[in-house]
């Protein structure tokens, strides 16, 4: 199939122009100004913004947490994300503690996603033990396309002590690999949970409490003088706060190459959430928490400077009856947020409306860094000739309001209920494929699994 896209603005990292776009089976095959084919089906996209592909490199579909399944697998929650203009997705796969391999938490997740997914589709490994068969692995993953990993300091099941840290850190590194990392001091929290415990206060409103931004900075402090120390990049995860942005700060202006990412939920949720009578706060329970006004305009200004390379979601839905699992305690209350089918509105709405960041941020922070930084780039996260066909266009003039009831997830909650949006995803092509038009799926699984390579900054 052939398509001709007509005078629409072409956003990349560093242009936003009237262009038009040729793609040619699952590629791009011209980009400029009065193309012609005669042979192709002709859109006119005047007055739409034509984004790459939007790429969530940070979300959780069919994932066990606090003994429940997240509610959105990746038939639904890869339908979400490319309604929402999002082309591809890097979920999480798991080693299993006690043992497991990463080969085998590859297959796992293979077999939670393969044949299921409406956009393109790969996984970073979280180590969760290490040693010397760990280590070997990292080759076959590389093998695999998996070039990126993940690491948590807290969660007992998942987390790995400061010595592996660095020994993971430093191993990945050797490989041209990094990790992102899930920064929050474990021990403290436990005591801080004991505490409050102790005090009778078992309400959702105590959660931001026990996971305090100081004890998120303190663990990206640390982190970075563990990667320090292994000489090795490495990337915070869903950074939420001003102290840990200046932690960040400081490691880069001692030389250190510091990768940080973000999600909608800190640019745009208060932690008085929390406090919403009728257990509503559960809704918003996810680690690290959502954080206070003063951090929100950190972490904008961050996006605005460059020093937060990626905006992804960290999406993982429950049901309101999943979060009720812990209405008499709410440590028990399943951790995750939707996300994958907002990311891309909400940032145009309230980043680039507001005029807090230009298109050309807003393209590099959805887009462009994620394929450079997931070893993906140029084939994704660019509208160059040879690149996937992955196309959101955005109607700036369309209108809608996010609502449990109208969105695509497989969950009865939306943590941005209300939300004005201006600005819709109108249609979406995934590798030449117009898998959304006029704001509908019309195509769905054609997602394919995607090999990457080293990263690219
Ligand atoms: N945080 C959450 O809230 N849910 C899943 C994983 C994570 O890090
Ligand atoms: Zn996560």
Redo the contacts with the bound molecule.
Sequence with gaps: MKYLLKNGTVVSGNSAEKKDILIEGEKIAGVGVDLSAADAQVLDMTGKLLFPGFIDAHT?FD?E?ANTVTADDFETGTRAAILGGTTMVVD?ASQDKGGGTLKEGLARWHKKADGKCSCDYSFHMSIVEWNEETEKEIRDMIDEGITSFKL?MT?PAMMVDDGDLYRIIKALNDFGCFAGV?CENSGVIDALIADAKADGRFGPENHPLVRPDDMEAEAVHRLLVIAAQADAPVMV??LTNKKACQEIQRARANGQTVYAETCPQYLLLEDSVYSRPDFEGAKF????PIRKKEDQDCLWEALANGEIQTVAT?Q?SFTLAQKALGKDDFTKI????PGVETRGTLLYTYGVREGRITLEQMCRLLSENAAKLYGLYPRKGAILPGSDADIAVIDPEKESVISAKTHAYHTDNNPFEGFAIRGCIDQVFLRGNLAVDGGKLVKEKLGKYIYRGKKQM
């Design positions: 959780h994932l947490v999480y948590y969660y899930h995860v869903h329970v996810c680690a690290p960290d993982c399943p951790g995750g947020l």
